[in-house]
């Protein structure tokens, strides 16, 4: 069988790699160069219990894919030579204000009531277990299943992998349209079409430029989003990722540490901007005062691709069973990966469709 995969994202790169794994030929097909569209901007953070509410279809996938990622990076390390940081060590949830320390008790309670592990601590308890904590600070919430992991390394690492089962990667090239005759894809790639047996559409924020014959333009749209990389000036900085209001942290281990990020409904646009980064600047010397001491080494901005529910597009469309998508994964395209390229794979392989994607219908929105 061969297949395309459309953009070499996390999300492409994640599928490429499980479909090669089964020994599908697979052709990849990326405009600019691998991981460098949404995903090089990401922090990396996989925290469904935070980022999605409770009984929502959000965190039922997310849960589902945070379970995955020790699994998934263990059999990548053993295959390839990319290194990449990959840590759960938690994240802390930071209360700067009455109203959120209340926040930070009902999630307490709603983690109680799933049964997740948790901490609640009050001011000086969170001081003690993370020292660069304000003084101001009222009640922390510290979650030990998340995570987080390096993005453009592991998307090397996920290239490597799926190469070294026999993908290519063609790039630089922009695939603008894909149709489903009888039971043959093609795609268009400049001036040549190239025939496959499934064609699998992760082209993120641009994914809705990539045509399909006879149906609607699929309805994703870029949210802008900036992250900040500091540099801690000594040894005491924040051991794990630590999360306020108006924006949350990520710790490296050579004393980086990101400061993400802004939420910009400004269409194609991916430059910085100065209101972004003040403002991302003002949040983290809120939440952790001695930033102000950090360098600012750069900043980063990346294209979200957003859907209006917030949950992908994933399967295949049902008027082309052959054409599949995996894109509009939002804020936890990251988190979702090993997920989507799990049911991306036995779902074209197999025929073995996951009930989840009753909820991540590509038509939904038509
Ligand atoms: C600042 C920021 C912070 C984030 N933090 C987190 C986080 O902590 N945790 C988390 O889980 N998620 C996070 N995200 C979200 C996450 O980065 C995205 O959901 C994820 O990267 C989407 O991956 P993707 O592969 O679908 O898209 P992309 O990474 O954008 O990849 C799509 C690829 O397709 C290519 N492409 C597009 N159109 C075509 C075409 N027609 N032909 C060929 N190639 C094409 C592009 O060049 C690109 O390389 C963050 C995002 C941002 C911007």
Partial sequence: MRIAVIGAGIIGAAVADAMAARGTRVSMYEMRSP????????????????????????????????????????????????????????????????????????????????????????????RQFEPCAGASALSGLFIGAHGHVEVSALVSALMESARQRGATCETPAEIIQVEQKQDRVRVRVGDRVDEVDHAVIAAGSWSGRVRVADVPAFAVRPIRGQLLHLKWPDASAPSRSVWGTRCYTVPWPDGSLLVGATIEDVGFDEH??????????????????????????SVRVGLRPATADHLPLLGPLERHPRITLATGHYRNGILLAPYTADVVTRQILDNDRDPMLDLTRPERFW
Avoid at 77 to 82: E, G, L, M, Q, Y
Avoid at 277 to 288: S, Y
């Fill in 35 to 126: 991981g460098r569209g949404a995903s090089q901007a990401s922090a990396g953070v996989l925290c469904p219990y935070t980022e999605a509410t409770p009984g929502s279809p959000l965190l039922a996938l997310g849960t589902r894919s945070l379970a995955m990622w020790d699994g998934w990076v263990e059999g990548l390390r053993d295959r390839v030579t990319s290194r990449f940081h990959y840590a759960r060590t938690g994240t802390l949830e930071v209360a700067l204000a009455p109203d959120e320390a209340v926040h930070l008790r009902r999630s307490a309670e709603q983690l109680a009531a799933e049964g997740v592990a948790h901490q609640q601590l009050d001011g000086a308890a969170l």
């Fill in 272 to 297: 910085s901007t100065v209101a972004g980064v003040r403002e991302l600047l003002q949040a983290v010397e809120a939440l952790l005062p001695g930033s102000c001491q950090a360098t600012l080494e």
